[in-house]
C-alpha cells in the first residue's frame, strides 16, 4: 500500500481516517502521487480506502491529477469510469489490461486462466486439471468472443493451442501438432457497446499424458497446457479537459496465454482479447501518450502447440455533444372531460452510449393523465420517436376549461453528454361538459298575488267612497 502521502486531497476536501488507517471519506478533486496505486471498481476503493465520490458505479470528481511515476492498476468486475467537472490529467500510468494466463508444465495441472480488467472477461484454465484424470481439454475463454479451449490428443500425443479471445476483431485459432479440428478457434468479433464490456479471454491449452511417454518412461500426472489470457478492461473518462502527458500510458491490452514447459508437450493457452477505451472531452491535449487496447500474443514452446492471439480492442474519442431531446404535439393539446385524448411524442436527436430514461407524469392527474410513466431510449431505438397519449378526467363541477401541464422529468443515464438533459413541458387543457344550472323559472299566474277590486279609478275611487261614507252618516246625525 502506498504511503498515506502518496494520496492527497485538495485544500477544501473532507478527509476523515480512523487510527487504524482503514476507512477514508474522499470528497472533491483527487490527486495520486508518483508510487503505486491501486481502484477497486466493485467496492469504490483506493488505494484500500473507501471513496465518497464513488457512486456505485462511476467515481466522480471536480478534477483528477495522477502525477508523473504513479502507476494505478485497477481491479473489479464493472468498468472503471471516471466524471470528472474540469479537467482529467494523466502524467503517469492506467493500467486496466488482462492479467496473464497461468503456465503449465510436466506432471503439473495446467495454468489458470488470466484475470480479467474491470469490465472484461476472464480466460479459459489450461488443460490437465486435475492431475491423474484422461480426456481433460483447455477451458474456454469466458464473454461473447471467448476464444475455444484446446482439445486435449490424448493417446496420440497431439497438441492443441488455446484460441484467443475476440473483440472488435476476432481471436486467431491456436496451432496445432496433430489433426487441425482439435485445436482452439479463436473467439468471434463483437461490438464494444453499449452496454461497456471489456475483451474476451482466451481459452486454455491441452494435453495430458495418463499413458506412457514415448521415452518408456510412464507419465504419472498431466502435463498442463497453459491458460488463456484475461480481457482488457473497459476504461471511460469524461471531463470537460483531458490532458494526457508525453510519458502517460492508458493501456486496457488482453493478457497473454500462459506457457507450458519445453519439451513435454503441453500446448499454450491464447491470448485476450483488447479491451475498450473512451475519452470524451470538450477539449483533448494528447502530448505524445500511449494509450492502447491490443489483443495480446498467445504463447508456446518450440516443438508444441501455441495459442491464437487475442483481438484487437478500441479506443474511442468523442468531444462533447449534449444529446438533445425532441417533444413534438401530434394533436392539439386539449383533452376533454369525456374522455378525449392528445398525443405526443418523443425521440432523441443522437445516439446514446447508454440508456436514457425520461420520467412523464402530470401536473393535476384530476384533469389529465399520460398513458406511460416513463420512456427508455437505447443505442437501438433512440431515433424510433416514442408516442404518449394523455386522456382527459372527468368531474362533476362546472369549473370551466382548466389548464394542466405534463411534465417530461430531466433524463436520467449513465452518460454524461444525456444525464439531466430537460426536455420541453406540455402545456395541456381539459374541456369541461358540465353544463350550468338553468336559470329560475318564470312565475305562473297562481304564484301572483291576489289583488283588491277598487271602485272607479284606482286610488282616487277609493276616496271618493270613503268620503261619500262619511257625508252619509253626518246626514243621518242632522236629522
Same mark, same amino acid.
Given at each position: ?47 484500500g ?8 458505479? &462511476?467515481f ?7 502525477? &508523473?511515476?504513479?502507476?494505478?492498476t ?5 468498468p ?5 467537472? !474540469? ?51 483447455g477451458?474456454? *475463454? ?44 479463436? *473467439? ?25 511417454l ?37 493501456d ?14 503441453? &500446448?499454450?493457452?491464447?491470448?485476450g ?14 502530448l ?11 504463447i ?40 378525449? !385524448?392528445?398525443?405526443?411524442n ?8 447508454d440508456d ?75 374541456l ?6 338553468p ?9 301572483m ?16 267612497l270613503?268620503?261619500? &261614507? ?5 246626514c243621518?246625525?242632522?236629522?
Open positions: 500500500m502506498p504511503q498515506p502521502h502518496a494520496l492527497r486531497l485538495a485544500r477544501n476536501s473532507l478527509l476523515f481516517l480512523s487510527l487504524s488507517g482503514a476507512a477514508v471519506s474522499i470528497a472533491g478533486p483527487l490527486t495520486l502521487d508518483a508510487g503505486g496505486h491501486t481502484i477497486d471498481t466493485d467496492s469504490g476503493e483506493i488505494d480506502l473507501p471513496s465518497a465520490e464513488f457512486d456505485g458505479t &462511476a466522480n470528481f471536480t478534477s483528477v491529477l495522477i502525477d &508523473a511515476a504513479a502507476v494505478v485497477v481491479s473489479g468486475s464493472q472503471l469510469q471516471f466524471y470528472v467537472d !474540469t479537467s482529467f490529467t494523466l502524467d503517469g500510468i492506467l493500467d486496466v489490461s488482462g492479467g496473464a494466463g497461468g503456465d503449465g508444465g510436466g506432471d503439473r495441472p495446467g495454468g489458470a486462466g488470466g484475470l480479467p480488467g474491470p469490465g472484461g472477461f476472464a480466460g479459459g484454465a489450461g488443460g490437465g486439471l486435475p492431475p491423474g484424470t484422461n480426456g481433460e481439454d477451458a474456454d *475463454g469466458l464473454g461473447p468472443g471467448g476464444g475455444r479451449g484446446g482439445v486435449n490428443g490424448n493417446a496420440s500425443a497431439d497438441t492443441a493451442g488455446g484460441g484467443g479471445g475476440g473483440h472488435v476483431t476476432a481471436g486467431q485459432a491456436g496451432s496445432t501438432t496433430g489433426l487441425p479440428s482439435i485445436a482452439g478457434t479463436g *473467439g468471434a468479433a463483437y461490438a464494444s457497446g453499449p452496454p461497456l464490456i471489456g475483451g474476451s479471454g482466451g481459452g486454455g491449452g491441452a494435453f495430458e499424458d495418463d499413458v506412457p514415448q521415452t518408456g518412461i510412464p507419465g504419472v500426472e498431466d502435463d498442463g497446457g497453459g491458460g488463456g489470457g484475461g480481457g482488457g478492461g473497459v476504461v471511460t473518462i469524461s471531463a470537460q479537459n483531458i490532458i494526457l502527458g508525453a510519458s502517460s500510458s492508458i486496457a491490452s488482453g493478457g497473454r496465454g500462459g506457457n507450458a514447459d519445453q519439451g513435454t508437450g503441453a &500446448a499454450g493457452g491464447g491470448g482479447a483488447g479491451g475498450l477505451i473512451m475519452l470524451t472531452y470538450a477539449n483533448l491535449d494528447e505524445g501518450s500511449l494509450v492502447i487496447a491490443r489483443g495480446a500474443r498467445g508456446g514452446e518450440i516443438n508444441s502447440a501455441r495459442g491464437g492471439a487475442g483481438g484487437l480492442g478500441q479506443v474511442l474519442r468523442d468531444a462533447f455533444t449534449s444529446i438533445g431531446v425532441t417533444v413534438t404535439p401530434l394533436t392539439a393539446q386539449e383533452t376533454t372531460e369525456a374522455g378525449g !385524448t392528445a398525443q405526443f418523443v425521440v432523441l436527436d443522437s445516439q446514446p452510449l436514457v430514461t425520461i420520467s412523464i407524469s402530470s401536473s393535476n392527474p384530476a384533469e389529465g393523465t399520460p398513458d406511460l410513466s416513463s420512456l427508455v431510449f437505447t443505442n437501438g431505438n433512440w431515433n424510433t420517436p416514442q408516442v404518449v397519449t394523455v386522456t382527459g378526467q372527468d368531474d362533476a363541477s362546472d369549473d370551466g376549461d382548466v389548464s394542466y401541464t405534463i411534465v417530461l422529468s430531466p433524463a436520467s443515464s449513465s452518460q454524461r453528454a444525456a444525464n439531466g438533459v430537460d426536455p420541453a413541458d406540455l402545456l395541456m387543457t381539459n369541461d361538459d358540465d353544463l350550468p344550472p336559470p329560475p323559472a318564470a312565475p305562473t299566474p297562481a304564484d298575488p291576489k289583488a283588491i277590486p277598487v271602485m272607479g279609478g284606482g286610488l282616487l275611487g277609493l276616496l271618493s270613503v268620503l261619500g &261614507a262619511i257625508g252619509a252618516r253626518r243621518q246625525r242632522s236629522r
